[in-house]
């Protein structure tokens, strides 16, 4: 059994803020806790955009607070974000994230993070074996 609180997350290792500033990721759960997926709360800042390209990744999103969008780039397609919101990214697809307001985000990674992955130039997060 493992129980964990945020609160002994936050300021640890565990606790990854993007290089642009643009977001922070609570690492709950990690490749190393040996579930087969990762687990954060994540906080994307008000005002930011970032680029997200997981293709070595599938990620769930389920927004529990803040207002924001999210955009396709093959499509262009503009999908609203708010609380109670849920997107899967099933396809890899490459998108860009904005925040209107702070949006807290809890995110699930398969496979799971090993815990410093912060998004490279074209927003991917490296495989780990
Ligand atoms: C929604 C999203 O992917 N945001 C970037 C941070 C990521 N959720 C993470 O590493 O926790």
Same mark, same amino acid.
């Given at each position: 059994?493992? %129980?964990?609180?945020?609160?002994?997350?936050?300021?640890?290792?565990?606790? %990854?803020?993007?290089?642009?500033?643009?977001?922070?990721?609570?690492?709950?759960?990690?490749?190393?806790?040996?579930?087969?997926?990762?687990?954060?709360?994540?906080?994307i800042?008000?005002?930011?955009?970032?680029?997200?390209w997981?293709?070595?990744?599938?990620?769930a999103?389920?927004?529990?607070?803040?207002?924001?969008?999210?955009?396709v780039?093959e499509?262009?397609?503009?999908?609203?974000?708010?609380?109670?919101?849920?997107?899967?990214?099933?396809n890899?697809?490459k998108?860009?994230?904005?925040?209107?307001?702070?949006?807290?985000?809890i995110? %699930?990674?398969?496979?799971?993070?090993?815990?410093?992955?912060?998004?490279?130039?074209?927003? %991917?997060?490296?495989?780990?074996?």
């Amino acid at each position: 059994m493992i %129980v964990r609180t945020l609160d002994e997350i936050i300021g640890t290792e565990q606790d %990854v803020r993007a290089e642009t500033g643009a977001w922070a990721s609570r690492r709950l759960l990690l490749k190393k806790d040996a579930m087969g997926f990762s687990f954060h709360d994540t906080t994307i800042f008000a005002g930011t955009e970032t680029l997200i390209w997981y293709k070595n990744h599938l990620e769930a999103v389920y927004c529990v607070g803040g207002e924001g969008e999210l955009e396709v780039i093959e499509t262009g397609e503009i999908f609203k974000i708010s609380d109670g919101t849920m997107y899967a990214l099933n396809n890899h697809e490459k998108h860009h994230l904005r925040a209107f307001s702070d949006m807290r985000l809890i995110c %699930v990674f398969n496979p799971p993070l090993t815990g410093k992955e912060v998004h490279d130039k074209d927003g %991917v997060y490296p495989i780990v074996d």
